[in-house]
């Protein structure tokens, strides 16, 4: 049966400036809003939300992948290209029965324009799908994934990651190589009692040119963890200084997508020992930066990121995007410059901004909730 807790985990040129600004400006910046032609108009339907997690990509080229729900809240992969014309599709299998909730996701899309994410089936069990840039489908699952198989990125080798549940409701971060094989892991003294007594387990949020794929799991107490496991499948375990160590605190958090770059970079959130979020830079040294976005919240479930389902981008400039919580509990968006300063934005109609993704144009892609609680998409490009 679908399981809708699946949403928490969906997922220098050659060193991160770890210089800290403190500018920050209201500016919209040069955005664009977006649906694809089927979007529902309705509460809770539109682009890039409901039971998908909001996942949004981009890749060089500027060509956009995502999902959206139609007036049947039934879930659809587009692709929208440069030009901004739109290709809307599903994945076989894929069940569109009308207000199932079921249907296609695209997570990821690598400069080849390959492309991967999930579909759900009629009976509400998540698969994995790889679609070529011609457009054919391959289905795969994670074996012993009976409660779902979750993709989160593509490499441009073709490699993927992501996030798998089992019988048990136990979750396991993944790979699947370009040759089709499948290997799962997870960090040492991960919890292993499932999602049902609140271990959120373990996902792959990413997959480096050397095959290193970067995710985080929970440990035995609920705390979050960041983990890097090599080609040969050994796994680093790293934590960022001020990270707490209580229950749902740590290095991420559930379902909050790590970043990271060609340089070996990684970018995401930590929550402290007060339930508070901070953005974080890590070089391929392994030397960290935390910082604060102005205007970001003090108190628990505010700050720099939010509480769970908060991705987190960087591209191979080392600008940073992500969502920040102010003191009234309203998610704003925010671009962090290779030397520190920060922008924060919204779109115009906005009254919820969670950006999703940065390609190395500077072009960051996300979603936003309105004040008719519809979901939609933008894109802001880097200013000149």
Request: aromatic letters at 10%.
């Amino acid at each position: 049966m679908k399981n809708r807790l699946a949403q928490f985990l969906a997922t220098g040129a050659l060193l991160v400036s770890l210089a800290g600004g403190a500018n920050a400006s209201g500016s919209s910046g040069n955005i664009v809003t977006f649906d694809p032609p089927g979007a529902g108009t309705g509460a809770y339907q539109g682009t890039g939300c409901t039971y998908f997690p909001c996942a949004l990509a981009i890749n060089d080229a500027g060509t956009i992948v995502g999902s959206y729900t139609d007036a049947n809240n039934v879930n659809h992969g587009f692709i929208r290209n440069s030009d901004g014309n739109f290709t809307s599709f599903q994945a076989p299998g894929a069940d569109t029965t009308p207000n199932s909730g079921n249907g296609t996701g695209a997570t990821s899309i690598n400069d080849e324009g390959a492309i991967t994410g999930y579909f759900y089936d009629a009976h509400g069990v998540a698969h994995g799908f790889l679609r070529n840039p011609e457009g054919v489908i391959v289905t795969f699952d994670v074996p012993g994934a009976v409660n779902g198989t979750f993709p989160n990125f593509i490499s441009a080798e073709g490699d993927i990651v992501g996030g798998s549940m089992d019988a048990n409701l136990q979750w396991s971060a993944f790979v699947r190589r370009h040759n089709g094989s499948v290997v799962t892991f997870t960090g040492p003294g991960a919890c292993t009692v499932g999602v049902v007594a609140g271990c959120f387990g373990a996902a792959g949020w990413l997959i480096d040119p050397y095959g290193r794929a970067v995710g985080s799991y929970e440990d035995t107490n609920f705390v979050t963890h960041g983990m890097i496991r090599d080609r040969n499948g050994a796994v680093t375990v790293f934590d960022v200084p001020g990270a707490g160590t209580g229950a749902y605190q740590g290095t991420s958090c559930p379902g909050c997508k790590l970043a990271g770059n060609r340089w070996g970079a990684l970018a995401g959130t930590l929550v402290d020992a007060n339930y508070v979020n901070h953005g974080f830079l890590r070089s391929a040294g392994g030397r960290s930066i935390v910082f604060d976005v102005p205007g970001a919240g003090t108190t628990g479930g505010t700050g720099t990121g939010c509480y769970s389902d908060c991705p987190v981008a960087l591209n191979d400039q080392a600008e940073m995007a992500g969502t920040y919580i102010d003191a009234n509990y309203v998610a704003h968006g925010y671009l962090r410059r290779a030397d520190g300063n920060v922008v924060s934005f919204d779109p115009e109609a906005s009254t919820s901004t969670q950006p999703q993704a940065i390609n190395n144009e500077g072009t960051v892609v996300g979603v936003y909730l309105d004040a008719a609680n519809v979901y939609h998409a933008f894109l802001r490009r880097r200013e000149e």
